[in-house]
């Protein structure tokens, strides 16, 4: 079984359950950015974007550089392998679920189909 | 551009960012349960895993139902489809963006061979 950090997921889902910092990684993709830029591009406060990135810093999903007055955020080491992870292997368990349901509706169906035969004889 | 429910992905990345909800819905994921089943698997009381199920049932992602003196818990209509939608774009922005930054590394390194070259001539 796959061992998961828990700490580090609670930390990138709960960075992405917001949309403003998904709009941020968003951006990042495309390219860095100041805070600043980032403030206007969001039409926030330099506090309430500097919060948003802060936390996405602590979810290692951003870093930051300051030089001169300027504070460059770019994308982290983080790219959210692990949620990816989590989410993919789940999705394959209720597939995997779902067909096993399928395969049972079917014998199920196949048996009446024989039973009806056999009645209508 | 995909349109994505702000709302939802908001909630159903908060839903995920907890050890014991992603729990839940592997649980889920392999078979329903009641929730006095799944508060002896996570050692919770039953008010504390009655907030978790009611956090993913907001979210669409586990509905309940009631029978008699049990409640059976299963996975909700959302099935998570959205979430997975918003990584899988994101990874993809990013890579095209990595591998447009691996073109430009490998063009400035085959004009420096070029370079090298020239001046040992």
Redesign the interface.
Known sequence: MVQYD?AR???S??A????TR?GV??QL??ADASITALAERFQMTLTGIKKHVGVLEQAGLVTTEKVGRVRTCK?GPH??EE??A???R??Q??EA?FDALETVLEELQRKEQINGRKKRK
Chains 1, 2 share one sequence.
């Open positions: 828990e997921l609670d930390a889902f709960a992405l359950s917001d949309a998904r990684l968003e993709g495309r994308l790219r959210l949620a990816t989590w989410i993919e789940h999705r368990l209720w679920r």
